[in-house]
């Protein structure tokens, strides 16, 4: 069976959609397909892949419109006759056709003050218990596919990366600051420098995630919580007061 | 184009890959104090190491206080066939403890035991719960500790830039010439010392587990160059990969599944890896379904199951079944823990094989088994170094991780990788440290080099037609699978060497869409020099070892020989193209031996060693 495929071919400077039409197979996914057509139709079309299994968060793009996992999305989600629309990541800059470049996700990841562990037990261990550190593994399940920051409207829409940090480094902190052994305190520059305020809960972020991390609840709103106790917020004034929290 | 004005960037020390070998090597170098350059294919992140998923093997005797760095050497030792470089398996025992624990100061957090120490699992071919893990993503917690380490040591990063090949001065290493993915712009590195830490080249077999990264670039950069390969008939075909739907065939499913209590079954319903165990691990391995239960359940006493033998047992045992016409509906055998863990257990344990399943074959993995076949999973062999420093026959040229050689022997033993990466990262950069410091005078760039490099590297993009990248490397990767597969005959090795000399030719006539920015075609037809040198000297040594031993199986030759203990395969670039010679091992210092050979009981209860 032949399907069709609509897909962003460009640059920084212009570009354009370009169909292709390429015979599918059961089982296969969206990537298999831009590499059908790299083969047979645009071998320079530009795409990122590495595990082709959902591990690396390499593969990111916009499929219809919503942003996704290239390898992990197949194509019979869609209907048979459905020209399926592939484009590059909206909230950074292309590089080109699905190439979008992400340095800035990178730069941020050196602003955060990394973990100050205590000394290690005198049997020369540290000891850190299952229970204490389950809600940390949550966050540290993230493949920096930065979908989230793609679907955040605070970066997406606003173009506000002066004053966000954004989600996947809101759990980057939710991680550090929940480390049972960390002896730093991240608070104030969570509110100061990387902007918790920002982030008023629409939990876009977490809808998008490949790897189900409760993003916004478990990792955003316990860090806002924390901020709270220190500062005010009011989104999380008024989210204490319609939850009834506290 | 003038090539004296190539973008220009120098380092005392250039890292080329970001995987764990690479990462490890960078951190140590720059703490070393050495200006220290990094460069990989990819982004930050994404190398292979992010795939891992079993675990980290390090013999600290956490779950199991039997434990103790001996008894790891001896299950490396004898995995490995007794092939392995016996200095590089006892420093990987020794030090693996201390590298896993200097992690978790980095900031892995390993799933914990109920003292809340590091937790350990059970693997193939580990006598002890050994492998240190976070569920079934540990390659992921360990490349991302490295990599959140790594951005605060002032370690230049250069992200999505390939290595085309090494720049010589009389011989010993004067830089590196590579390529931004981004724009096709080429860039000099000059360094003191280049390390290679560019993984494999599973990329040549159309079945794998590995990403379009492994097309075996170190092996072919230091091969060009004139270093040593090693070893490099023993490819790894892992037990367990995907079978169904096609385009996913290969992908891998954890031996942790197999760990964890999972049992492989054939289109009969019989347990059939019963009928496999070799005489080696007979008295070592449970031979009734009750003793195999017994030992899941924790009985102390209770000797393995059968389907934890190593991992060349049971990939020849999964075929063998195939072949006899007892193989699952799409070719493979049955993967199955539903009917041994509760649901709750597996998606604790192993929870991105439940998501690969759900949402790759629409399978739930606790409700009914998965289908699994052998799929080429990684390289025992590589680039020839120097036990103790890492360093090649080139003087500044060191290797580590996957794609140097000896450390694994004849066979691998499953989470003795991610623990190599480190060991022997860290090694790594202490070799180069000590390299750079003893270096009397600069090593001077020769421009010739760069120019030749560069051509051989825009002629792809200059023709006007030739052949296209992608489809050739298809039928690289179909002779592979045929003709230097599971198991291997003299007649088909020299066969698929026939078929290797035609690709090759067309390899020099590939041609890519003439803009060189982000242009995956010309990409590809670069990888491919490599994967030639990669295939055609899997090819050449696995000719050349007429025995079967670990994950070399040769059909024509059965069984061990007792010569094939002496020698290893080594490959070397000479004026009349590739050479695959025999080179004899030295005898191993009696203190090891003696303790390869030693009973578990002798070894058992000794405390670890540093
Ligand atoms: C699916 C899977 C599961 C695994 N599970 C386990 C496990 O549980 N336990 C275990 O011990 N092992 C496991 N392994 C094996 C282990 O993950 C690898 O052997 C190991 O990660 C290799 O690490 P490395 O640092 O040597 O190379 P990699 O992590 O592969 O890194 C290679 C680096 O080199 C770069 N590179 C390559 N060529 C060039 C070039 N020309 N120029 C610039 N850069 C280049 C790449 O971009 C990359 O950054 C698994 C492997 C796979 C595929
Ligand atoms: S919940 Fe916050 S971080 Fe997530 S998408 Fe909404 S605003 Fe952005
Ligand atoms: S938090 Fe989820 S969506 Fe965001 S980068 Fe990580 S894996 Fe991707
Ligand atoms: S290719 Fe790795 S997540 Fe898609």
Redesign the interface.
């Known amino acids: 069976m032949d399907r069709k495929f609509k897909v962003w071919r460009g640059?920084k400077k212009s570009g354009e959609f370009i169909s292709y039409s390429v015979a599918v197979?059961?089982?296969?996914?969206v990537l298999?397909a831009v590499h059908r057509i790299?083969?047979e139709h645009?071998?320079?079309?530009?795409?990122?892949?590495?595990?082709?299994?959902?591990?690396?968060?390499?593969c990111s793009v916009e499929i219809n419109g919503k942003p996704k996992l290239a390898c992990?999305t197949?194509l019979n989600d869609y209907r048979e006759d459905e020209e399926i629309t592939i484009q590059p990541i909206k909230a950074f800059p292309i590089?080109?056709?699905l190439?979008a470049d992400?340095s800035w996700n990178?730069e941020q990841?050196?602003r955060i003050q990394?973990?100050k562990?205590r000394a290690?037990d005198k049997d020369?261990?540290?000891?850190?218990?299952?229970r204490d550190?389950e809600r940390?593994?949550e966050f540290?399940?993230?493949?920096?596919c930065f979908l989230c920051q793609d679907v955040c409207h605070v970066l997406r829409d606003h173009n506000k990366k002066d004053k966000f940090i954004g989600p996947r480094f809101m759990i980057?902190l939710a991680s550090?600051e929940m480390?049972p052994l960390d002896e730093a305190d991240r608070i104030p520059a969570i509110k100061e420098e990387f902007g918790a305020g920002m982030c008023n809960i629409t939990r876009c972020c977490t809808d998008v995630c490949p790897e189900h991390i409760q993003i916004t609840d478990n990792g955003i709103i316990p860090l806002k919580e924390r901020v709270v106790d220190k500062y005010y917020d009011p989104v999380m004034w008024l989210y204490r007061k319609i939850f009834k929290r506290n | 184009m003038d090539f004296s004005d190539i973008q220009t960037v120098e380092h005392d020390v250039l890292v080329v890959g970001a995987g764990g070998a690479g990462i490890r090597a960078a951190v140590e170098c720059a703490q070393n104090g050495l200006n220290t350059g990094m460069i990989s294919k990819?982004?930050?992140?994404?190398?292979?190491t992010?795939?891992a998923e079993g675990g980290v093997a390090a013999a600290m005797g956490n779950v199991d206080s039997r434990d103790n760095w001996k008894i790891h050497f001896r299950d490396t030792m004898r995995g490995g066939k007794f092939l392995n470089q016996w200095r590089m398996a006892e420093l990987h025992a020794k030090q693996a403890p201390e590298r896993v624990?200097e992690l978790?100061?980095?900031?892995a957090?390993f799933?914990?035991t109920e003292?809340?120490?590091?937790?350990q699992r059970n693997f193939g071919g580990h006598r002890y719960p050994r492998l240190a893990h976070?569920?079934d993503?540990t390659g992921?917690?360990i490349l991302?500790t490295l990599q959140?380490?790594c951005?605060?040591k002032g370690i230049h990063t250069h992200?999505e830039c390939t290595g085309l090949d090494l720049v010589l001065d009389n011989g010993r290493v004067a830089g590196l010439v590579g390529y931004w993915r981004?724009t096709g712009r080429f860039i000099l590195f000059k360094a003191k010392a280049v390390i290679f830490a560019t993984g494999g080249g599973g990329k040549a077999w159309r079945i794998t587990s590995n990403?379009?990264?492994y097309s075996g670039d170190g092996l072919g950069m230091a091969y060009r160059a004139g270093a040593e390969l090693i070893d490099m008939e023993f490819t790894q075909f892992h037990p367990t990969g995907m079978v169904?739907?096609?385009?996913?065939r290969g992908?891998?499913v954890t031996e942790g599944v197999r760990g964890d209590g999972g049992i492989l079954k054939n289109s009969d319903g019989k347990r059939f890896m019963f009928d496999y165990i070799p005489k080696i691990f007979a008295s070592e391995t449970a031979d009734t379904v009750e003793e195999a239960n017994l030992w899941l359940s924790g009985d102390r006493d209770a000797r393995r199951p059968p389907e934890l033998l190593t991992r060349d047992v049971v990939a020849r045992a999964i075929k063998a079944e195939v072949e006899a016409g007892r193989g699952s509906p799409n070719g493979g055998v049955f993967l199955d823990i539903a009917s041994q863990q509760s649901a709750e257990f597996i998606k604790r344990k192993l929870p991105?094989m439940y998501?690969?399943f759900k949402?790759?074959?629409v399978i739930d993995i606790t409700e009914v088994p998965m289908e699994v076949g052998p799929t080429l999973h990684y390289f025992m062999g590589g680039i020839r170094v120097d036990s103790n420093s890492q360093e090649t026959n080139i003087p500044g040229l060191f290797a580590c991780g996957e794609c140097a050689g000896g450390m694994h022997g004849a066979n691998r033993l499953g989470g003795n990788s991610l623990s190599d990466l480190l060991v022997f990262g860290k090694l790594a950069g202490d070799g180069v440290t000590n390299y750079i410091n003893n270096l009397s005078n600069k090593p001077q760039i020769n421009n010739l080099k760069i120019k030749e490099i560069i051509t051989s590297a825009t002629d792809i993009l200059n023709r006007d037609e030739g052949i296209?990248?992608?489809?050739l490397h298809e039928k690289l990767q179909e002779t592979m699978q045929k003709y230097v597969g599971i198991v291997r005959t003299g007649d088909e090795l020299q066969l698929g060497l026939e078929k290797l000399e035609k690709i090759k030719e067309d390899v020099g006539r590939v041609y890519?869409?003439a803009?060189p920015?982000?242009?995956?075609?010309?990409n590809?037809a670069l990888d491919l020099k490599n994967l030639m040198v990669t295939a055609e000297a899997v090819t050449k040594a696995a000719f050349l070892r007429e025995e079967s031993r670990g994950a070399h199986t040769r059909l024509d030759f059965e069984g061990e020989s007792e010569e094939g203990m002496k020698y290893n395969v080594v490959i070397r670039n000479t004026s009349s193209g590739m050479v695959a010679e025999k080179r004899h091992r030295e005898e191993p210092p009696k203190e090891l031996s003696d303790i390869a050979f030693a009973t578990l009981s002798e070894l058992e209860g000794e405390s670890s060693g540093s």
């Open positions: 640059n197979e059961q089982g296969m996914v298999d790299q083969t645009a071998s320079d079309l530009a795409v990122r892949w590495n595990c082709k299994a959902g591990k690396c968060g390499s992990m197949r590089i080109k056709d190439v992400f990178y990841n050196k990394p973990l562990i290690r020369g261990n540290h000891r850190m218990f299952q550190v940390i593994q540290r399940k993230c493949i920096e980057r550090l480390h | 990819s982004l930050l992140g994404k190398a292979h992010v795939m624990r978790e100061e980095w900031g957090v799933d914990r003292n809340g120490l590091i937790n976070v569920g993503r992921l917690e991302r959140d380490f951005i605060h992200m981004e990403s379009w990264e169904w739907p096609p385009s996913v992908i891998l991105s998501h690969q949402e790759l074959a296209n990248p992608f489809v890519a869409h803009s920015q982000y242009n995956p075609g010309w590809e």
